[in-house]
């Protein structure tokens, strides 16, 4: 069964109201408070303003989501009791719904979200551990309406209500199913299925039946995670392909930058150059991370993938082959500089070369904090990046 994009246009106009499970969220533009305000970079446009509350405590927090000036970033700022507590961004998209549920043993609620454009959107349940906002698991989405008892129908973003749960937080899902999208999404190279994810709701296109999928049962996310072949985070191997030492701040601490192989890559070269987590610890305490600094292989032409990290007192460069076409290889430096207990965006650079022409002449091409403001290293994507372009 496919699902048709020009369907998924006509139902951005159901877009204007957010909800969570259990939670109204408020969709408002009203002026955030002084306090609050001078938080928010000034380059940046606020777009809404929202009261929820992630952390059970019935103290609904702020979250302010703005944009950049290019449009091309969107970033959430999460305020509790007048203090940021957390910092998202991701890429800007005419789609952008959350609903929050709690799945596990603890208050913190996980966040869904269903994110893109007309033509794609991801579906995807995250995590927030240690500040930062993490993907557990990728999913279609499946609707029930009792207005139509016994059919099941494909979860548009606006017609969403809640997410199924059963007393024991489990998860009504449909699992092993050979089923053909349409659009660009995410498929993550760990998880061998998009899993249909049960939700309750009113749709507003009931001639969009999802038919010949597997009866849904009740899963943990856990389960769930772990038969459609995600690894749990507590039995990933941590294996640097590459480690270099620094001395940032002149602190007398040791810094560490790790470099790790990835291990969802069945390819051994692919392991070490390709879509690599990097880790910085500060002594032996782990201090930031990121996993998506390092480009993921192009199936359209072939480069050499990472290479080091130069450092240089408080800046470093993530040194990267990468290319546009089977002829044009690209070298890109990603360089950060290190400013007390935050790492910044400092410059992105690429040079080019012409393997079919090697006499041909082409341009750096450099961007800087003037082209994409202040960034902290834990926000910055090859997604990002390659938006710079």
Known sequence: MKISKYLIIINIFFLSCKETSGQNIGN????????????????????????????????????ITTSDASATTSYEY?????????????????????????????????????QGYEDGVDYAIYDIQNGKQIPLLYFNPALQDTQYPGKTFWGYPGDIKE????????????????????GDYIIPKDQRELPFIYFKGSTTQPDMTVNE??????????????????????????????????NFNNDQIKYRIDVLKNISDKDAYDQKHFNLPIKIYKGNVLWKSNNYLVFDKRNSCISEGFETVAVKNNYFTIEHQDCSDYNILVSTYITFKVNGNEIYLHKY????????????????????EKNFGKIKFEDVTTAFLEKLQ
């Open 163 to 182: 997410l199924i749960t059963n007393a024991d937080k489990k998860i009504l899902v449909s699992l092993n199913n050979h089923f053909e999208r349409d």
């Open 28 to 63: 408002k533009h009203s002026d955030p408070s002084p306090k609050i305000e001078q938080l928010i970079p000034k380059d940046q446009k606020i777009i809404s303003q929202e009261k929820l509350d992630i952390d059970g405590d019935n103290e609904k927090e702020t979250v």
């Open 349 to 368: 650079g690429e040079s080019y070369f012409d393997k079919s022409n090697h006499e041909r002449s082409m341009p750096m091409k450099v961007w800087t």
């Open 213 to 246: 999928i597997h009866s849904p049962q009740y899963k943990s996310l856990d389960e769930i995670r772990s038969l459609i072949g995600i690894q749990s985070s507590g039995s990933t191997s941590e294996e640097p392909v590459f480690s270099t030492n620094a």
């Open 78 to 114: 999460w305020f509790k009791n007048g203090k940021l507590l957390y910092q998202f961004s991701y890429p800007s998209g005419s789609i952008n719904k959350k609903w929050l549920v709690n799945l596990d043993d603890d208050k913190l609620n996980e966040i869904i979200r269903a």
